[in-house]
């Protein structure tokens, strides 16, 4: 995978930008209260504040205080899924000066899951997974297995990008799937839908850089 750094700003930004669009078709989703759109609107207009306010900041730095604005700012239930995520994604990356390709998909997924899910040791493997299924550019550390592989981790992601093609899904639907996986996000309808709309926007803008 390419090394290319990714500015999370702009990334958090698309985001914002795609959840606004469909921020009326998630509350009709919302059986229960009608206002998931609206929570999600506000979670990520507060994560894109944050990394304005910390935009000279190291990542580990605007993810943790991305996480403390919004805990100030919101107590929805989701709002909570997203803090517990930006702090363990915090932590994830503590140390870098930067994101790279490598780097923001375990982080990803780090923040969908509310940060249950362990993906620090496949980072490596979560990267080449989308240049391999999306044609971009790959390539394999050195230092292979020792580098953090999880194999368990590739399988389980490729398993659910091909039971989603067989579906009938879009390869980046399907990869978007594929990344969620077992997250808080596939507990019910609407919040699927919202993080399948997160997943995708994220894997369109990285595409984006790898066709640069």
Known sequence: MSNEQVDLLNIFNQVSKTLKTN????????????DHGDNMVQIFEVITTAMKTKKNAEPAEQL????????????SGSAKTYVNGLTQASKQVSGKSSIDMNTV????????????TETSTGSGA??????????????????GASDGLDLSDLLGAGLSYMQSKQSGSSDMEALSKALLGGSQYNSNPYRSQSGELVAN?????????MSK
């Open 64 to 75: 943790e205080y991305a996480a403390q604005l919004l805990r100030q700012k919101s107590s």
């Open 23 to 34: 921020q009326n078709s998630l509350n009709e989703a919302d059986e229960y209260n009608h």
């Open 105 to 116: 998909l375990p982080l990803l997924q780090t923040l969908l899951s509310g940060g249950e």
């Open 126 to 143: 979560l990267g080449d997974l989308l240049g391999s299924l999306l044609g971009g550019s790959t390539s394999t550390t050195q230092s």
């Open 201 to 209: 926007t994220v894997l369109q803008a990285l595409t984006g850089l």
